[in-house]
Structures are given as structure tokens and as C-alpha cells.
């Protein structure tokens, strides 16, 4: 059974770090490319970066690029969105994301930047 998980979030003051993980198990994690996607309060999901199978290459919505990178560890089968320069408007639930044979996320992990 196909299963994320994701960890790390919380609360951080605007311009502050945080790091996110997701952890895979139940299919071939090094054969698939992950995602990461956010809810905002109030609005629908939003693509926020993705990586292809071997790590070798990411893509990021505008609005993080510079901000958040993107990295996965196949040896541990996780996933990670290191997270700089915080912005209030990064605040959602953040979850990872995959397509085996139909897109599965996890449950979420809440991120809220504010003073």
C-alpha cells in the first residue's frame, strides 16, 4: 500500500527556516517523481515543486523559487523541501504527492508563518 507521510512543520516568524520531510513506503520510491503541494486557508491546492526520479532535476512554482529546495534521499526512501525566507503568504498545509497508479498524498503537515 502506497503511503506518505510528511513531518517538520509548525510555526516560524516571517524570514525564518523550516524543513519538511516525507517519508515513502509501499512502492518503488526511486522510479517515481514527487511533488510537493500546499492548501492556503480558504483556497485550493497549489503545486509547489517537484523532482524527477533520481533527483537530478527540480522545478519550483515561481512564487518559492530561490526560497525552498527540493531533495530526496532514495537510500532512506524520503523526501525533503528545505524552506528559507519565510513569507506569511507560505502559510497552508503541505503535503507530498506522487502518481503510481493514481495520485496519492499524505495527511499534511500545518506550516504558519507569523509574528
Known amino acids: 500500500q502506497v503511503q506518505l507521510v510528511e513531518s517538520g512543520g509548525g510555526l516560524v516568524q516571517p524570514g525564518g527556516s523550516l524543513r519538511l520531510s516525507c517519508a515513502a513506503s509501499g512502492f518503488s520510491f526511486e522510479d517515481f517523481w514527487m511533488f510537493w503541494v500546499r492548501q492556503a486557508p480558504g483556497q485550493g491546492l497549489e503545486w509547489v515543486s517537484k523532482i524527477t526520479p533520481t533527483g537530478g532535476s527540480t522545478c519550483y512554482t515561481a512564487s518559492v523559487e530561490g526560497r525552498f529546495t527540493v531533495s530526496r534521499d532514495k537510500a532512506k526512501n524520503m523526501m525533503y523541501l528545505q524552506m528559507k525566507r519565510l513569507k506569511s503568504e507560505d502559510t497552508g498545509v503541505y503535503y507530498c504527492?506522487?502518481?503510481?497508479?493514481?495520485?496519492?498524498r499524505g495527511p499534511g503537515t500545518q506550516v504558519t508563518v507569523s509574528s
Open positions: 504527492s506522487t502518481h503510481t497508479n493514481g495520485a496519492v
